[in-house]
């Protein structure tokens, strides 16, 4: 079993930063892709971005692109979001998400392809 806990949510205004960490316990995750999703009220729940074990491999919605960065430490089994730029648009839950089974070099971004998820974190841009 996999716990993850997202921390780093919170208010800030649009233009603002937030940096959201992860942290892992219990079966190992290094082995695997993680990613954070989002799902904003009324909304489906998307991916934001996603990294590969290697840490070659990452990907970023197109609505995030050049504003936020996806990184891992495999050795301490976190990742960490760094948002920059942030737009009203941006307000959710965001949600951590570990695919312990993904090959070493794969960054899955659809739900169904993570195992394990966290309970989320909040997320509000004010405008």
């Known amino acids: 079993q996999v716990q993850l806990v997202e921390s780093g949510g919170g208010l800030v205004q649009a233009g603002g930063s937030l940096r959201l960490s992860c942290a892992a316990s219990?079966?190992?995750?290094?082995?695997?892709?993680m990613g954070w999703f989002r799902q904003a009220p009324g909304k489906e729940r998307e991916c934001v971005a996603a990294?590969?074990?290697?840490?070659?491999?990452?990907y970023s919605a197109e609505s995030v692109k050049g504003r936020f960065t996806i990184s891992r430490d495999n050795a301490k089994n976190t990742v960490t979001l760094q948002m920059n730029s942030l737009r009203p648009e941006d307000t959710a839950v965001y949600y951590c998400?570990?695919?312990?089974?993904?090959?070493?070099?794969?960054?899955?971004?659809?739900?169904?392809?993570?195992?394990?998820w966290g309970q989320g974190t909040q997320v509000t841009v004010s405008s």
């Open positions: 998400a570990a695919d312990p089974g993904a090959k070493n070099w794969y960054a899955g971004h659809f739900e169904y392809e993570y195992d394990y």
């Open positions: 219990g079966r190992t995750v290094t082995n695997g892709a």
């Open positions: 990294i590969s074990w290697s840490a070659d491999n990452t």
